[in-house]
């Protein structure tokens, strides 16, 4: 029996759609990750003014977050206080071992004691002055977590910073690809919504598995594995922490 002309035509386009699609490279898929900055109180204390917003950008520097100081300050006035009377106790001692009144163990340690107190002064005012802290990095505000009013302790995040050079891409190959990309490689990013030319650099390989079958032995279960891949993006600024994105392979090295 005979099969239309018309039927063969369609069974081979057919045919060739499906192999189209087989060869097409349907990219790798991954998301846009973030190393935050956290930045808090080095002491507990009430949170007094917040400079900045969620989503502002702030230079090195720039004044985040402010909290109360009144206890760092009366520190700051009594070692001072106490810093003035072991200087008078040190010109008494210097004074007496000139008449040979006094003995040298008195003025070494009257000096030492007016040393150690100078530290401690030293000590309370940079105390003081971190009450004020500034941005440690060029970035943007994530997340605010505490308000003025607002209890914080001590090493808990007032604010959450983004530095553009902490954006990352975190995908994963196959093994069998694996040979196949290396440090520093060129890879493209496609997003939706994003710009059509975003490349990223690869900057870490994992050296292990992030997925084991239970059977690894043959060739169809060793394609199961695949190995995580981060990248560093050429332009951070178009991309938001949490999109997903697919990653082709490009075999091309990034420009330092």
């Given at each position: 029996?005979?099969?239309?002309?018309?039927?063969?035509?369609?069974?081979?386009?057919?045919?060739?759609?499906?192999?189209?699609?087989?060869?097409?490279?349907?990219?790798?898929?991954?998301?846009?990750?973030?190393e935050m900055l956290f930045v808090g109180p080095d002491d507990p204390g009430r949170v007094e003014t917040l400079s900045v917003r969620e989503g502002d950008k702030v230079e090195v520097g720039a004044p985040l977050f402010a909290v109360d100081d009144e206890l760092q300050?009366?520190?700051?006035?009594?070692?001072?206080?106490?810093?003035?009377?072991?200087?008078?106790?040190?010109?008494?001692?210097?004074?007496?071992?000139?008449?040979?009144?006094?003995?040298?163990?008195?003025?070494?340690?009257?000096?030492?004691?007016?040393?150690?107190?100078?530290?401690?002064?030293?000590?309370?005012?940079?105390?003081?002055?971190?009450?004020?802290?500034?941005?440690?990095?060029?970035?943007?505000?994530?997340?605010?977590?505490?308000?003025?009013g607002e209890m914080v302790a001590a090493g808990r995040p007032v604010v959450a910073l983004l530095p553009p050079g902490n954006v990352k891409i975190r995908f994963f190959v196959?093994?069998?690809?694996?040979?196949?990309?290396?440090?520093?490689?060129?890879?493209?990013?496609?997003?939706?919504?994003?710009?059509?030319?975003?490349?990223?650099?690869?900057?870490?390989?994992?050296?292990?598995?992030?997925?084991?079958?239970?059977?690894?032995?043959?060739?169809?279960?060793?394609?199961?594995?695949?190995?995580?891949?981060?990248?560093?993006?050429?332009?951070?600024?178009?991309?938001?922490?949490?999109?997903?994105?697919?990653?082709?392979?490009?075999?091309?090295?990034?420009?330092?």
């Open positions: 029996m005979s099969v239309p002309r018309s039927a063969a035509v369609i069974a081979v386009a057919a045919l060739a759609l499906v192999g189209c699609n087989g060869a097409a490279d349907p990219g790798l898929q991954g998301w846009v990750e973030a300050q009366a520190d700051v006035a009594q070692i001072t206080a106490t810093l003035a009377n072991m200087q008078r106790t040190l010109e008494r001692a210097r004074d007496l071992l000139k008449t040979n009144a006094g003995t040298q163990k008195a003025y070494d340690d009257a000096v030492q004691a007016q040393r150690e107190t100078e530290a401690r002064l030293n000590s309370a005012k940079t105390r003081l002055a971190r009450r004020r802290v500034p941005s440690p990095a060029t970035g943007t505000i994530q997340q605010i977590y505490f308000r003025p196959p093994e069998t690809a694996l040979p196949t990309i290396a440090l520093n490689d060129s890879v493209a990013v496609h997003c939706d919504g994003c710009a059509p030319d975003l490349t990223a650099k690869v900057s870490f390989i994992s050296r292990s598995v992030e997925y084991t079958p239970p059977v690894i032995y043959s060739l169809d279960e060793r394609s199961k594995l695949v190995f995580m891949i981060e990248a560093r993006p050429q332009r951070p600024d178009n991309l938001r922490v949490g999109q997903p994105v697919t990653v082709r392979l490009t075999g091309q090295k990034a420009a330092p």
